[in-house]
């Protein structure tokens, strides 16, 4: 199973193990959803191959 890692404004940032049928919107609730200092105009996804 592939891992994420997500980082920065999420109220549990990690490395969280992810399913092929997730979306980015359910690994970002599973780590909790923005803080509330978080900007939420910009993301940065970073994928590594």
Do not use: C, F, H, W
Request: glycine share 10%.
């Amino acid at each position: 199973m592939p891992v994420v890692s997500i980082q920065g404004e999420v109220r549990r940032p990690g490395t969280y193990k992810r399913s092929y049928d997730m979306t980015l919107l359910d690994l970002l609730r599973i780590a909790g959803g923005p803080t509330d200092e978080a900007y939420q105009g910009v993301n940065t996804i970073v994928r590594r191959v």
